[in-house]
C-alpha cells in the first residue's frame, strides 16, 4: 500500500500496486512466512494461532509502566518464553522478517496509550559497527513496521556514538543507567517534536531514559517509549503504573 503522496497517476499507481503484490508473492515462495515467535511455517505472515493463545501478553494496565523520570513506556508481552525466543531470533538470528508482525504489536500498543500524543516515530539505535555486523538495526525494523500501519516513516533522530558492553550483562540498576550515559547523540530536527521512541525490550529503562534525555536537551516537545516486550519488575527502581 503505498502513501497517496507518491503518484497521481492511476494507471502508473495500479501498475505499481500490481508489481508490490507480485513481488510479495515472489517473496513468500522464496522465504516463506514464519510465525516470528515460534519459527512455524505459515501461510501468511502474522503470529500463529497457538502463539496468539499462549504468548505472555502483558495485562491491561501492567502493559504501560512509568519511570522514576516520569518516562511513560507501553509493551504488548513479558520479555519470557517465546516472547524473548521471538525477540533473540530477531535481534541474533537474522530474523528480520519477524519485525513485521512485531511491529503491527508496537503499533497497536502505541495507539492505545499515547493516541495524539505523538508526531514523530522514531527508534533507540545500534552503532554504526554492530549495524555492520548484523546487517540490520532491529528496532528500526520495529519502527518501520509501526509507521506503516499509519502510512509514515520514522525518523531518526538518534546515533549510538560508543559501542558500550551489552545492558544484558549488568543487573544493577545503576549500573545499566552509568553504562548507557553518553553513548547516544541527537541527530536531525528534534526542536518541538513530539516522539514516540521505538525498542525492542525495556528492561529497567535506563536507555530509553538516556535516548529521552538526549532527545529533550535537543529540544523535543515530550517523549514517550513502546517496546515488543517488558521485563516484570523486581526492584523498587521504577514503580508500574496502575
Ligand atoms: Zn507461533
Known amino acids: 500500500m503505498e502513501s497517496k503522496h507518491q503518484t497521481d497517476n492511476p494507471n502508473r499507481r495500479r501498475a505499481v500496486s500490481r508489481a508490490k503484490k507480485l513481488l510479495e508473492r515472489l517473496l513468500d515462495l522464496l522465504f516463506p512466512p514464519k510465525c516470528p515467535f515460534c519459527g512455524r511455517l505459515m ?26 523520570d516520569g518516562l511513560r513506556c507501553a509493551g504488548v508481552l513479558w520479555y519470557e ?5 521471538g525477540l533473540r531470533r530477531l535481534k541474533f538470528q537474522g530474523a528480520s522478517a519477524a519485525a513485521e508482525p512485531m511491529g503491527a504489536l508496537v503499533a497497536q500498543c502505541a495507539a492505545r496509550w499515547f493516541s495524539g500524543e505523538f508526531d514523530t516515530v522514531t527508534w533507540v539505535p545500534v552503532s554504526r559497527k554492530r549495524l555492520r555486523q548484523r546487517g540490520y538495526d ?8 509501526a509507521c506503516r500501519h499509519w502510512e509514515t516513516a520514522p525518523v531518526r533522530l538518534l546515533n549510538k556514538t560508543q559501542d558500550n558492553p551489552a ?8 549500573a545499566r543507567r552509568a553504562n548507557v550515559l553518553g553513548v547516544y547523540e541527537p541527530a536531525g530536527e528534534i526542536a518541538g517534536k513530539r516522539v514516540l521512541l521505538v525498542d525492542d525490550i525495556c528492561t529497567t529503562g535506563a536507555t530509553l531514559s538516556e535516548c529521552a534525555r538526549v532527545l529533550k536537551d535537543a529540544g523535543a516537545d515530550s517523549v ?10 523486581h526492584g523498587a527502581s521504577e514503580k508500574v503504573h496502575k
Not at 518464553?81 to 525466543?85: C, D, K, N, Q, V
Not at 532491529?138 to 513496521?145: D, I, K, M, P, Y
Not at 514517550?224 to 519488575?233: E, G, I, M, P, Y
Open 81 to 85: 518464553g517465546s516472547a524473548a525466543e
Open 167 to 174: 545492558q544484558s550483562g549488568l543487573r544493577e540498576a545503576a
Open 224 to 233: 514517550v517509549c513502546a517496546a515488543v516486550a517488558l521485563t516484570r519488575q
Open 138 to 145: 532491529q528496532a528500526e525494523l520495529l519502527a518501520r513496521a
Open 43 to 68: 501461510e501468511h505472515a502474522g503470529i500463529c494461532a497457538a502463539c496468539r493463545q499462549e504468548l505472555p501478553w502483558i495485562e491491561d494496565t501492567d502493559s504501560l509502566r512509568e519511570g522514576a
